[in-house]
Nanobody, 124 residues
Framework: QVYLVESGGGTVQAGGSMRLSCAVSGYSLYSMFCAGWFRQTPGDGREGVAIINQYDRPTYAEAVQGRFTITRNRDNLTLYLQMDNLKPEDTAIYYC?????????????????WGRGTQVTVSQ
């Protein structure tokens, strides 16, 4: 059974840090070609934040480059997003997602499985 469950969201002041986790089940190291974090605000579409491919190579959206770091545990496939120097514009619901094939891109299209999301709020 496939599931992805996010945790670690909450409220933080601007300039602070937060780490999100995503527990993954139903994938193996060899079937998870790509995994990533996406975010969405009310009225907007879901946008890619960071992705990591099967070789653990990350790609970041320009808005978070240098502030966010995506990693994964190769033993249990838990996905992480370390967020530093947070800004109010980072406020959103954050989702983790995984896919079983290529390509591995920041677009949400093509991702097979999604978590239910966790709220991140950055106050002034």
């Amino acid at each position: 059974q496939v599931y992805l469950v996010e945790s670690g969201g909450g409220t933080v002041q601007a300039g602070g840090s937060m780490r999100l986790s995503c527990a993954v089940s139903g994938y193996s190291l060899y079937s998870m070609f790509c995994a990533g974090w996406f975010r969405q605000t009310p009225g907007d579409g879901r946008e890619g934040v960071a992705i990591i491919n099967q070789y653990d190579r990350p790609t970041y959206a320009e808005a978070v480059q240098g502030r966010f770091t995506i990693t994964r545990n190769r033993d249990n496939l838990t996905l992480y997003l370390q967020m530093d120097n947070l800004k109010p514009e980072d406020t959103a619901i954050y989702y983790c997602a995984a896919r079983r094939n290529y390509p591995c891109r920041l677009s949400p299209a093509g991702f097979d499985d999604w978590g239910r999301g966790t709220q991140v709020t950055v106050s002034q």
